[in-house]
């Protein structure tokens, strides 16, 4: 069975540094999508950024990347120039690709990141 | 575009009762996953619907059961509501897994419906 683990329960950034996310997860699957997503007070679930397993090169989006190291099963999230409303609840999150018999998402227990000013 | 709402925000209920919680996904799209936010728990996945069938379920007693409708908004209903069953209830929605260019894009949530049980 496939897992995610969240090893940092809390993370604190001052406004305008760089904070990095941790995650690993276990699957003896090759082809899998891995995401982060973000859940502040609101309780909206917003998709950060996601990564394909079969492409090598990590993805951005703005001021968020990751580094997947994928030999490793490693799916870091690094925030850089972090700002205020980048506090929040965020998830790793796995999921399997695509025959049709599941598309569930297994989630992290998550991480709580706080940004002072 | 509107993205996925859940109704009701909020929703109190007694031991024993019977919920019902409501989704409407993003329009264009046809499958939508049901996921419960319990404090201590996680996210854990519950069910999942994809033009009018149940295509995967978690690991949940027979008392989490749902539907799909020909519009593919959904509905989960959860009976004999116990203390254990307070948590957040979030949908999800994503196109339909038989569209070959489509069916990876990421799934979209929505606010969630927290579920109290007194």
């Known amino acids: 069975a496939q897992t995610v683990t969240q090893s940092q329960p809390e993370m604190s950034v001052q406004e305008a540094e760089t904070v990095t996310l941790s995650c690993t997860y276990d699957?003896?699957?090759?082809?899998?999508?891995l995401f982060w997503y973000k859940q502040p007070p609101s309780r909206q679930m917003i998709l950060v950024i996601r990564?394909?397993?079969?492409?090598?090169q990590n993805a951005t989006e703005n001021r968020f990347s990751v580094n997947f190291q994928k030999a490793a099963k490693s799916f870091s999230l690094k925030i850089s120039d972090s700002q205020l409303g980048d506090a929040a609840m965020y998830f790793c999150?796995?999921?399997?690709?695509?025959?049709?018999?599941?598309?569930?998402?297994?989630f992290g227990t998550g991480t709580l990141l706080a940004v002072q000013p | 575009e509107a993205g996925v709402t859940q109704s009701p925000t909020h929703l109190i209920k007694t031991r024993g009762q019977q919920a019902t919680l409501r989704c409407s996904p993003i329009s264009g799209h046809t499958s939508v996953y049901w996921y419960q936010q319990a404090l201590g728990l996680g996210l854990q996945f519950l069910l999942w619907y994809d033009e009018g069938e149940e295509r995967n379920r978690g690991n949940f007693p027979p008392r989490f059961s749902g539907r799909q409708f020909p519009n593919y908004s959904s509905e989960l209903n959860v009976n004999a509501l116990e203390l254990e069953d307070s948590a957040l209830y979030l949908c999800?929605?994503?196109?339909?897994?038989?569209?070959?260019?489509?069916?990876?894009?990421?799934?979209?949530f929505g606010d969630g419906t927290r579920l109290s049980i007194l």
């Open positions: 990564q394909e397993a079969y492409k090598q």
């Open positions: 999800a929605s994503s196109p339909t897994w038989k569209d070959r260019d489509r069916r990876n894009q990421p799934q979209h």
């Open positions: 999150a796995y999921r399997q690709n695509y025959g049709g018999a599941t598309n569930k998402l297994i």
């Open positions: 699957t003896s699957e090759s082809d899998y999508y």
